[in-house]
């Protein structure tokens, strides 16, 4: 028998970045095994992590390059496939100019990869380049951006232990993160206070010593409320507060209006509660924010992260062990998709496209004489921008846009005005069906390359694996394609596009492969070779241009869309333990689809009756842009007058809403106005 052999390898789902090892027999992976040495995850894997190794071995990944054509879709070589592809974009680009061009890059990929292709955008002429992070956290951006400077997780995840107060607001991490769920175990353990803010009753809200049940959309009141109370209490630092920001004045006379009566009367929370949230963050010597969708995907998105950023900076709660503002990222490579410039609005690093001079910066390190200095279209402005004739070419690497973005039915009729439209991707999703060409991509353990995760931890993903049939790593297809444009690629592996990332982003200055390989990874900013990474920001000064913070005061604003008497309940869609976003991979996995095979709907006991409707009845759900159907689940978790759906399953983004926060342009996924009925 032959032996069996263990590779490292990090969990291809979501942004925690779990370490296990892959056993391989006969090339074959036969099984995970833990690895309790690793940093972030300790030997624990959630079910999807344990699940991973059914995507890559799965019959319907893709083989081939297809083209569609009237008998269906026709297998192609790789040669005839790239040659197509470079002939399509040479003549969009010749006849309409870079501008109708788009490329979106994948929070799946690695950075090597996201790097190459916002690259090959600039090269072509245009910022029309984007990520999932536009739906996700392009809010944290704006958000933190302007109150601290740099829009990223500030604290490492195990921090969370020595935390004494953890105020999550808008994110069910017992779900989604599960390993943050042990960091609070371990923080409760040691005296530590949870107190979770959600309209849901989720399992993190269980483990919560205060559960604030605020009415959707209403976080803003929520928090200010906690800071009016703060203020009038005297229990702010003000030492920090002098010492390293600027503005309290504006926020101070912002909030007075702010007191629990009309906080309570706004959010439905208890006065009391409000009250007793406020002592306990402001008291606690290290304090944590945790947040995440049920914040940032409003249509006051940046608002609801600026109030969260205000709250840590009045109470100092910032730039030490277990203080610090964590959002938790999403995607496995999220956080480097977003480092890496597949953004409209920024360049590698975060420097702004738009800035006089930042375009000198990058011409010289790339070499070219001119770079795209029009605005870019972001992913929630592409749309429009095909109905209105002027994008006519779109790539999608590593991304479903059919059942991830809202007003999906637009979005489908979006993609089929297109002139032409290329998918590359590991299997023939929903969006894939509506390409002219698609082509197959190697899974992440089939190649190499490196993946940020939500502490900003860059690790080194080894190659393990073949991939099927003809199917290549992203980044190679992506050289392909850059020379057959006569563009400059001449990288002849990922660590190569990683040497480059390191002399562009200076975040990442320190990092190459090698050093990489050697450990679980580096936490940037890792500015030089011999620097150890930083896994605090903030610690003496904020990446603001003089080193202050800002705060900056925000105001409640109705949700975009109340209900009313034409559509009674506000629906909230988001995730499950068991599924992962739009579903093309854990719908694939066996072990998780028999545990949870179908699309349903959170609806209260009380709603259920008062409509006779009972568990497991199939139910209509519609809003103004479309209908759809789902099992009923009848449960407390939801409140009577809201419903909660995944949308993990088609059907769900055909109900949701595109209106758009006015600074990130995130969409409002969380709160629709809808009525239902027993179908
Ligand atoms: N199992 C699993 N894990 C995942 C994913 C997955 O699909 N499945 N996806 C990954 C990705 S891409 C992301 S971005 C993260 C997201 O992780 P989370 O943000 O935890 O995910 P959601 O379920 O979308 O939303 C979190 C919570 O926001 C609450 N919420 C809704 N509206 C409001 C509101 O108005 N105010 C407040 N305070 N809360 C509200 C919801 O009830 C929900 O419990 O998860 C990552 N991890
Ligand atoms: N209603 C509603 N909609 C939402 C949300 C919500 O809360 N509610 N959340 C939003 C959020 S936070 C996010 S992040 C987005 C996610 O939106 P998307 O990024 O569009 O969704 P995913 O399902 O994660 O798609 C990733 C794709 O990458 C493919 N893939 C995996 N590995 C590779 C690889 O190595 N190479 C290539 N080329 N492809 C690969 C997968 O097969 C999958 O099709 O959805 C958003 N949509
Ligand atoms: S928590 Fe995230 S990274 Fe860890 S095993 Fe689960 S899906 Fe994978
Ligand atoms: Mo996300």
């Avoid at 009141?221 to 702010?236: C, D, F, H, R, S």
């Avoid at 992506?478 to 660590?495: F, H, P, Q, S, V």
């Avoid at 009313?564 to 689809?593: K, Q």
Wanted: glycine share 8%; proline share 6%; net charge neutral.
């Amino acid at each position: 028998m032959e032996e069996r052999s263990l590779h490292p390898s990090i969990c291809p789902y979501c942004s925690v970045g779990c370490g296990f090892y892959i056993e391989l027999e006969k090339g074959r992976p036969v099984g995970i095994r833990y690895m309790p040495e690793h940093p972030v995850n300790e030997g624990a894997l959630c079910p999807k992590g344990n699940a991973a190794l059914e995507i890559l071995t799965h019959p319907e990944r893709l083989t081939h390059p297809l083209r569609k054509s009237e008998k269906g879709w026709e297998k192609l070589s790789w040669n005839e496939a790239l040659d197509t592809l470079a002939e399509k974009i040479r003549e969009v680009r010749g006849k309409a100019g870079p501008e109708a061009l788009a490329f979106l890059g994948s929070a799946k990929c690695s950075n090597e990869e996201n790097y190459l292709l916002q690259k090959i955008a600039r090269m072509l002429g245009t910022n029309n380049v984007d990520n999932c992070a536009r739906l996700c956290h392009a809010s944290t951006i704006t958000g933190l951006g302007k109150t601290l400077g740099a829009g990223a997780m500030t604290n490492p995840l195990s921090d969370l232990a020595h935390s004494e107060c953890i105020f999550v607001v808008g994110s069910n991490f017992a779900e989604n993160h599960p390993p943050v769920a042990r960091r609070v175990l371990q923080a409760k353990d040691r005296g530590a206070s949870l107190i979770v803010a959600d309209p849901r009753l989720t399992p993190s809200a269980w483990l919560s010593d205060l559960t604030l049940r605020l009415r959707p959309g209403t976080d803003i009141a929520l928090i200010n409320g906690l800071m009016q109370v703060i203020l009038a209490e005297g229990l702010e630092d003000r030492v920090f507060i002098r010492k390293r920001t600027v503005g309290i004045e504006g926020l101070e006379k912002a909030l007075k209006k702010y007191t629990p009566k009309t906080v309570s009367r706004i959010t439905g929370v208890p006065a009391g509660d409000i009250i007793k949230a406020a002592r306990t963050f402001a008291k606690a010597e290290t304090a944590s924010v945790v947040y995440s969708m049920g914040i940032t995907q409003h249509v006051s998105g940046t608002d609801n992260v600026t109030a969260c950023a205000d709250l840590a900076l009045l109470c100092g709660h910032l730039g030490k062990k277990g203080a610090g503002i964590l959002p938790l990222r999403g995607q496995n490579n999220v956080q480097g998709a977003c480092d890496m410039g597949v953004l409209a609005e920024f360049f590698p690093g975060y420097v702004k496209t738009d800035r006089a001079g930042n375009q000198e910066w990058l011409k010289k390190a790339w070499g070219l004489e001119k770079l795209p200095e029009k605005k870019g279209l972001v992913a929630t402005e592409m749309v429009d921008a095909v109905f209105g004739g002027s994008l006519k070419f779109a790539y999608i690497m590593g991304r479903d846009p059919v059942n991830s973005t809202p007003n999906a039915s637009k979005l489908k009729k979006a993609l089929d005005s297109l002139d032409f439209l290329v998918v590359q991707d590991i299997f023939l999703t929903d969006s894939a069906k509506h390409a002219d060409l698609v082509l197959p991509a190697a899974a992440w353990a089939e190649k190499e390359g490196s993946f940020t995760s939500t502490e900003r931890r860059i690790q080194w993903v080894e190659r393990t694996l073949v991939s099927p049939g003809d199917a290549k790593p992203d980044l190679e297809i992506l050289i392909e394609l850059a020379n057959r444009l006569g563009l400059d690629a001449t990288y002849k592996e990922a660590g190569d596009v990683l040497a480059e990332i390191a002399r562009t982003v200076p975040a990442y200055g320190g990092l190459s492969k090698e050093r990489l390989k050697e450990g679980c990874g580096l936490i940037w900013p890792c500015p030089d070779a011999l620097h150890p990474g930083t896994p605090i920001l903030h610690t003496e000064s904020f990446s603001t241009p003089n080193g202050l913070a800002s705060f900056v005061p925000v105001e409640f604003l109705e949700p975009a869309e109340p209900p009313d008497s034409d559509y009674p309940f506000l629906l909230i869609t988001g995730r499950t333990g068991l599924h992962y976003n739009a579903g093309s991979m854990s719908r694939r996995s066996e072990a998780l689809l028999c545990r949870e095979p179908e699309l349903y709907v959170e609806l209260n006991p009380a709603d259920a009756e008062a409509l006779a409707l009972e568990a497991g009845t199939i139910i209509v759900i519609e809003t103004r842009r479309g209908r759809t159907e789902a099992k009923a689940r009848l449960t407390q978790r939801v409140d009577r007058g809201v419903l909660f759906m995944p949308f993990h399953f088609p059907g769900t983004n055909l109900l949701t809403a595109d209106a758009l926060d006015r600074e990130s342009k995130i969409p409002g996924f969380k709160g629709s106005a809808c009525r239902i009925w027993r179908r």
